[in-house]
């Protein structure tokens, strides 16, 4: 059975909530609560108590991820929209800001993706 795609948006729990000067959607650059988005294909949704992950690539920053940690948010509400018309549901997870100090960590990557191990797959 395919897995659903989930659209999942952590946002501020206001648009006052510490490190609003940041949050800017590009490219206008309005003022946005939305602290992060992802896309999930598992069947499991955010819970309240949750933190938000943040990612960065420390050697290279903007040139993709290579580690992670929790974040300073914490989901504290989770609400669910299923589209009646497709197999997508959105997840909006309001957020408080519960600043801690957390430390990266390097993300473990499996192997890279061929057309060789993809063709091996399906035999």
Known sequence: MATNETWIIYRADGLSAPGWEERKLLPAGGLTSILAEEHDYSDSMPTVGERVREYANLADPGNGVTH????????????????????????????????????????????????????????
């Open 68 to 123: 992670g940690k929790d974040g300073d948010w914490v989901v504290a509400e989770v609400q669910q929209f299923n589209s009646p018309d497709t197999d997508t549901r959105i997840v909006v997870c309001v957020c408080s800001y519960q600043p801690i100090e957390a430390q990266w960590q390097e993300l473990r990557r499996g192997a890279p993706i061929t057309a060789e191990s993809l063709a091996a797959v399906a035999t």
